[in-house]
């Protein structure tokens, strides 16, 4: 299984990205998917999550401004950025949970400038 994790990069904050993560290797559509972030000096933090059964939560830091979304056609998971602060600011992966299995992508850098 791999994950490819891209959308990354420079927005001044109010400002929005989107971020992709195309999974192969398998179907996403019955496994959960997380997008998380570290920033650097702290330990990464989970941002959002969406479980196979359709249900999502999210980081009180970023509820409200961010939304994860899944297209099982394109086997593609999505975390769109609304309302970007500077302490948004981090690497940002994502991640696959297919039973006792764990899969991650590469980060992508976003840098939230004030």
């Known amino acids: 299984v791999q994950l490819q994790a891209f959308g990354g990069g420079l927005v001044q904050a109010g400002g929005s990205l989107r971020l992709s993560c195309v999974v192969r290797?398998?179907?996403?559509?019955?496994?959960?998917l997380g997008w998380y972030r570290q920033a650097p000096g702290k330990e990464r933090e989970l941002v959002a999550h969406?479980?196979?059964?359709?249900?999502?939560n999210y980081a009180d830091s970023v509820k409200g401004r961010f939304t994860i979304s899944r297209d099982n056609a394109k086997n593609t998971v999505y975390l769109q950025m609304n309302s970007l602060k500077p302490e948004d600011t981090a690497v940002y992966s994502c991640r696959l949970s297919k039973g006792y299995y764990t899969y991650w992508g590469q980060g992508t850098l976003v840098t939230v400038s004030s």
């Open positions: 290797g398998s179907i996403i559509s019955s496994n959960a």
């Open positions: 969406s479980s196979s059964g359709g249900s999502t």
